[in-house]
């Protein structure tokens, strides 16, 4: 297995390797994860293949996440990119214990430095948008959390495109600091996501985390290739079904093609999607991990992504679906001058 690579991360400045190792099985405490035997081991596999960069929450497995990440980072703080999260309850009962507010955002914060044994965290990000708490207070209490030095930079997941662009807008606007990133469900079974968010992210400049690439290993073939058993669909969730069906023979039919797992293919188209995007890989065990880290040595070739791409499409939505009518572009649209203009492209 080959090193990874190391890319820039939009504009932060931080070099980041490409793929982000996920921690959320780290620990047992949902009933799923590994042992801390198996974390140790997945951590030095991530390490040795030129891994540097780590996704965490505050709530994974009830906190232990990042407990067993801040015991194997403390040697090495500094040569490592660690970004947490905070928003979803870790306080069950407590009506202020979840949410964007700032007396969520403090104990979230506070609670992961100590967990992750660190006096600050290189990329923090509100864990979903709720809707409730104003943007202009949000923007500011993190900008707050920068000015400390206990946040480098910040980001979002899990929030509506319009969400991202109008508290940028302010925030630039103020002096405030804006969302260095988004972390979005992205893969072969979710391009929804291409609608509004990608387009979004390439505007704003913003790099994308793109979480559960493999669809809770719906599009490793486990279910598909006769090799997973019928107790663990439900485990699955909404990934099943005829989309999957249609799609995951293709992904297998192409990873035999080259020789390499499902996992791979899959996890090589989601980084073909721009260089700014960076899966998030999670694994239960070492040899998982090992096989998904060799999805950087894969490169699809134009023929095999362009099958990928037309098996997975997503009908557009409004108003994009007007662009991807050529009658609409050729007479209502242009009056059938669009073709002239060089350069141009539809969106």
């Known amino acids: 297995m080959g090193r990874m690579k190391l890319k820039l991360f939009g504009n932060t400045g931080l070099r980041v390797s490409e793929l982000c190792l996920g921690t959320m099985t780290f620990g047992d405490v949902w009933n799923f994860g590994a042992t801390a035997q198996e974390i140790s081991k997945m951590f030095d596999a991530y390490v040795e293949a030129g891994g540097n960069f780590f996704d965490t929450a505050c709530n994974y497995q009830g906190g232990a996440a990042e407990t067993h990440l801040g015991a194997l980072i403390e040697k090495n703080r500094d040569r490592v990119v660690v970004a947490s999260k905070y928003s979803l309850s870790t306080v069950p009962g407590d009506p202020n214990g979840w949410g964007n507010h700032r007396k969520n955002l403090r104990r979230s914060i506070e609670g992961s430095l100590r967990r992750l044994r660190t006096d600050y965290i290189d990329l923090y990000q509100v864990h979903i948008w709720d809707h409730t708490t104003p943007f202009e207070d949000v923007m500011s209490a993190l900008d707050d959390l920068v000015h400390a030095g206990k946040v480098l930079h910040i980001a979002v997941s ?190």
């Open 158 to 347: 899990d929030a509506p495109a319009w969400v991202v662009a109008r508290a940028n807008t302010w925030a630039t606007a103020h002096a405030k600091s804006p969302f260095s990133a988004i972390q979005i469900e992205y893969s072969l079974l979710e391009r929804s996501v291409e609608q509004e968010l990608m387009p979004m992210a390439k505007c704003f400049g913003l790099p994308v985390l793109a979480w559960s690439p493999l669809a809770a290993g719906v599009l490793a073939g486990k279910f598909h290739d006769g090799t997973e058993g019928s107790t663990r669909r439900d485990w699955a969730g909404g990934y099943l079904g005829p989309r999957a069906d249609t799609i995951v023979p293709v992904v297998l039919a192409v990873a035999k093609e080259l020789g390499v797992s499902a996992s791979q293919v899959a996890l090589a188209w989601v980084k073909s999607r721009g260089p700014q995007v960076f899966p998030i890989v999670g694994a239960r065990t070492q040899a998982q991990l090992v096989d998904n880290l060799a999805s950087a040595n894969v490169v699809l070739s134009k023929e095999q992504i362009t099958k990928l791409d037309a098996v997975s499409a997503v009908p557009p939505s409004f108003p994009n679906k007007m662009w991807a009518s050529q009658r609409f572009v050729d007479t209502t649209m242009s009056g059938g001058t669009a073709a002239l203009l060089t350069g141009w492209e539809r969106p």
